[in-house]
């Protein structure tokens, strides 16, 4: 079964940059989509980015132009470098997978899509 572990959490100011890592066992992540998502306290799990098997990528309007997903297949395992960061980008960060939609070549960043998940990192932006 595939297992998704996020590290790179942490404090940092506001304007400050962090790098989350979502590694991957169990299964290779080229043939998933892979979502990042994000829950601050009292709000529903909001989609933040997704990479799609053939790379396509998405963000969420309040993060484009600030953070960037990528994958290193070698590695397997998916980024997502924040920069820029904002006290609203304050949240627990998972990251997702589902298995590639054959029919489909754009992710979607639904929560309700993906099937694994890992345990989430905690970010946290101070003004």
């Known amino acids: 079964q595939l297992q998704l572990v996020e590290s790179g959490g942490g404090l940092v100011q506001s304007g400050g940059s962090l790098r989350l890592s979502c590694q991957a066992s169990g299964s290779t992540l080229d043939s998933y989509f892979i979502g990042w998502f994000r829950q601050a306290p009292g709000k529903e799990r909001e989609g933040v980015s997704c990479?799609?098997?053939?790379?396509?990528?998405v963000y969420v309007d309040s993060v484009k132009g600030r953070f960037t997903i990528s994958r290193d297949n070698a590695k397997n395992t998916v980024y997502l470098e924040m920069n820029t960061l904002k006290p609203e980008d304050t949240a627990v960060y998972y990251c997702a997978a589902v298995g590639a939609p054959p029919l489909y070549s754009l992710c979607m960043i639904l929560p309700s899509e993906y099937d694994f998940w890992g345990q989430g990192t905690q970010v946290t932006v101070s003004s």
């Open positions: 990479i799609s098997s053939g790379g396509n990528l």
